[in-house]
């Protein structure tokens, strides 16, 4: 089992942004905006997360798949998203959530401020009109607090999502320390990390990962973390980590 890390990459934020943790369920958000919009992100995640509880509730087989998954007819749009998202990558569709809630909420705000920052366990949705620097947190890897990915103000609105095989709850069949993936919707990237953690057992698997990151229509980038190698492709800048 991957270990559980306290959230210390929550610590640092968009100073430029009002920062404010929304908690429903299971759901655990850290979102920066122009003003606090607690309760209205909160509302946007009561709502999605009812519809996917009551699609589940009508097709138990979405939640269990761990392969590409068909939908039914009465699907809500989330779930439809998240469906897509898994087919293009090759995983079952709840591989995709945080990041489709994660997108959804971001979107919902974007109505009340223009730069929004909407993170769910790693899985990150960002929009607005400037660049932004994201850390990069990979465990007991020596890069963690010490790199960070740089999103160009042409690349928003977009998501960066990570897997881990050795941090945190989530399922991953690999043994990256970080597989971290850059599309244009949540869903996307959320499906593309995963399927990248996937194929790595080790070090020697990360330019094989790279590949597979190339060949999944729309995704713009990808990094790679095992211990103290690494590797990126696309649209994604390496840099520094402020401290």
């Known amino acids: 089992m991957p270990e559980y890390i306290e959230r210390t990459y929550r610590r640092t934020v968009a100073g430029d942004l009002v920062t404010f943790e929304v908690k429903v369920a299971q759901t655990d958000l850290l979102i920066s905006a122009e003003r606090e919009l607690a309760a209205q992100a909160a509302e946007l995640v009561r709502a999605y997360r009812a519809e996917l509880e009551g699609y589940i509730a009508r097709d138990p087989g979405f939640e269990r798949a761990l392969r590409p998954y068909s939908v039914r007819g009465d699907a809500p ?3 439809r998203s998240m469906a897509d998202a898994a087919r293009l990558a090759g995983v079952g569709p709840m591989a995709a959530v945080a990041g489709a ?4 909420v971001g979107r919902g705000l974007a109505v009340h401020s223009t730069q929004v920052i909407v993170e769910n366990g790693g899985d990150i949705w960002l929009q607005g009109d400037r660049e932004r620097v ?14 960070a990915v740089r999103l160009a103000a042409g690349l928003m609105p977009c998501s960066i999502c990570a897997s881990s095989g050795t941090v945190g709850p989530s399922l991953s069949f690999g043994q990256a320390d970080a597989a971290i993936a850059v599309a244009p919707a949540g869903a996307l990237a959320d499906a593309a990390a995963t399927a990248i953690g996937n194929a790595v057992r ?3 698997d990360i330019d094989a990962a790279l590949q597979l990151a190339q060949r999944i229509p729309g995704l713009l ?3 790679v973390i095992v211990g103290d190698r690494l590797g990126a492709w ?6 520094e980590a402020s401290t």
């Open 134 to 147: 994201v850390g990069v947190f990979a465990g007991a890897s020596p890069f963690t607090g010490k790199l």
């Open 221 to 223: 980038g990808a990094v």
């Open 101 to 104: 809630i994660a997108e959804g």
């Open 202 to 204: 080790s070090a020697d």
């Open 77 to 79: 749009e989330i779930a």
């Open 234 to 239: 696309g649209r994604v800048e390496l840099v």
